[in-house]
Each structure stands twice: as structure tokens, then as C-alpha cells.
């Protein structure tokens, strides 16, 4: 799974390129994540906007990403669509992550 | 005489593009076009969870088959011959924190209203009813 890494101000956003996050592409997906994560800012947005389906293999491999952070980094989550909301919602992960409606919103975080 | 199969029935490989290709082959299929976006969202991740334990757990990344069959009413029957499911697999609560896994059953649970997993003719068979109006 590509990953399209760029950088908006002072946060680092990543998009992941395919529609599944899921068993197939989960160990990929942590691997470059790893490597976003290192090269990134103090802040990255994961942008899951492109992602339709997520499985719980997706799932642990987003959650695993926090062990790749460094101290005073955060991994926030932008954009969930329905159905990757609701894997989130019904394990309770959405408590785990700050997570943005939209990437702007976590751009420009409201005061 | 119909023209569209409302029916699903598939054996596939255990492996993840198998899993992969036969959920985007039943994401376009009339019987779960026939559902609300939600309830086909739902039918789809708890048939990956299904079939991911199959091939993760079940044959431990060996080769093997699954058979994946609509029953009616919301119904899906799913078959392996991988080794025997252990006792309490099925039950397991969903993790607490940032947990990385154990995600899958629990997931399968909070969006079925039946769960039914027995052994027949050293298969394993695991019986689903999706609840009505997704999760």
C-alpha cells in the first residue's frame, strides 16, 4: 500500500493510497508508517479519507503505529469514513486517537 | 426464469487476497446490493473476520480452503477444514486500551444476533445472523 507523505505547516499528513486497509496490506502499511512517522513532524494526521474498508488487522496495525512515535510526537486521524468509524467506534479506539472530521480541522485546530 | 443469482455461495483459498477478492466479488453481488449501505458494511467486515481467523488462526498460514454461503435471513454459513477452534475463542471480550489485536471475534459478536460455531465431519461450521439495520 502506497502512502503519499507531505507536509502542511508544522504537521506532517499521510494519506494512505488504497481503498482497504485491511489483512492483506496491514504489515505494509506499519512499515511505512514506521518510516512516515520517523521523517515526520511533531504532528501527523493520518488522512483515512481514501480508506472504504477496514478490517481488525487494519485496525491494530493503525494502533500499532504509536509505538513508532517518539517522545512529544502525536498520530491523529482525519477523515473516517462510516464504516471505518464504526470499527473504530465499536472497539472503543475512537477514545484512543484525537480524531478530526476533516484534515483542516486538525490544520488549523479551533481555539 | 431469474436473470440475477440473490444467492452466494464460494470456496476460495485461505489466504488474504483470496479473502480480499472474494469480498469485493460480494461488495457488487444483487444479494448484498439488496441491503442498506450499512447492513452491506457490516456483512462484509464480519465475513473478513470470519475468514481471516480462518486463515490466520485456523490453518496458521498453511494452505487450506474456506466455504462461504448465504443462508436466508441474514444468515451466512462459513466452513473450514482447519484444525478443531479452541474452547472460549468465540467469546472473548473486546480488548481494553491500545490494544494491536484480539479485535475479531468481538467485532463478529457486536454485529451478529446469532453465533454458532460446532464441528461436523471434521470441519469446522460457523453459523452467522447479521442483526437487522447494521451496527
Given at each position: 500500500m502506497e502512502l503519499a507523505v507531505r507536509r502542511e505547516g508544522a504537521v506532517t499528513v499521510v494519506q494512505p493510497a488504497g481503498a482497504r486497509l485491511d489483512?492483506?496490506?496491514a504489515v505494509q502499511?506499519?512499515?511505512?508508517?514506521?518510516?512516515?512517522?520517523?521523517g515526520g513532524s511533531d504532528r501527523v494526521v493520518l488522512d483515512l479519507?481514501?480508506?472504504?474498508?477496514?478490517?481488525?488487522?487494519?485496525?491494530?496495525?493503525?494502533?500499532?503505529?504509536?509505538?513508532?512515535l517518539r517522545d512529544g510526537q502525536s498520530l491523529e486521524l482525519a477523515e473516517l469514513t462510516p464504516a471505518v468509524q464504526r470499527?473504530?467506534?465499536?472497539?472503543?479506539?475512537?477514545?484512543?486517537?484525537?480524531?478530526?472530521?476533516?484534515?483542516?480541522?486538525?490544520?488549523?485546530p479551533a481555539v | 426464469m431469474p436473470c440475477t443469482r440473490r444467492s452466494e455461495r464460494h470456496?476460495?483459498?485461505?489466504?488474504?487476497?483470496?479473502?480480499?477478492?472474494?469480498?469485493?466479488?460480494?461488495?457488487?453481488?444483487?444479494?448484498?446490493?439488496a441491503l442498506?449501505?450499512?447492513?452491506?458494511?457490516?456483512?462484509?467486515?464480519?465475513?473478513?473476520?470470519?475468514?481471516?481467523?480462518?486463515?490466520?488462526?485456523?490453518?496458521?498460514?498453511?494452505?487450506?480452503?474456506?466455504?462461504?454461503?448465504?443462508?436466508?435471513?441474514?444468515?451466512?454459513?462459513?466452513i473450514d477444514g482447519a484444525r478443531r477452534v479452541p474452547e472460549g475463542v468465540g467469546v472473548s471480550a473486546m480488548p481494553s486500551g491500545a490494544a494491536e489485536g484480539g479485535f475479531g471475534w468481538p467485532l463478529?459478536?457486536?454485529?451478529?444476533?446469532?453465533?454458532r460455531l460446532h464441528r461436523r465431519l471434521g470441519k469446522n461450521v460457523l453459523t452467522l445472523r447479521m442483526r437487522g439495520g447494521g451496527g
Open positions: 489483512a492483506m496490506v502499511f506499519k512499515d511505512r508508517m514506521k518510516a512516515a512517522v520517523e479519507s481514501p480508506v472504504g474498508f477496514l478490517d481488525s488487522s487494519g485496525l491494530g496495525a493503525v494502533v500499532a503505529v504509536r509505538r513508532f470499527v473504530f467506534r465499536l472497539t472503543r479506539m475512537d477514545t484512543v486517537f484525537v480524531l478530526h472530521e476533516r484534515v483542516g480541522d486538525a490544520l488549523h | 470456496v476460495i483459498a485461505a489466504e488474504a487476497g483470496a479473502v480480499r477478492a472474494l469480498l469485493e466479488r460480494l461488495e457488487g453481488s444483487p444479494a448484498l446490493l442498506t449501505q450499512d447492513e452491506r458494511d457490516c456483512t462484509l467486515l464480519v465475513l473478513a473476520e470470519a475468514m481471516n481467523n480462518v486463515v490466520e488462526h485456523g490453518y496458521d498460514g498453511g494452505s487450506g480452503w474456506i466455504g462461504v454461503a448465504m443462508r436466508p435471513g441474514r444468515g451466512w454459513r462459513i463478529i459478536r457486536a454485529l451478529t444476533e446469532e453465533v
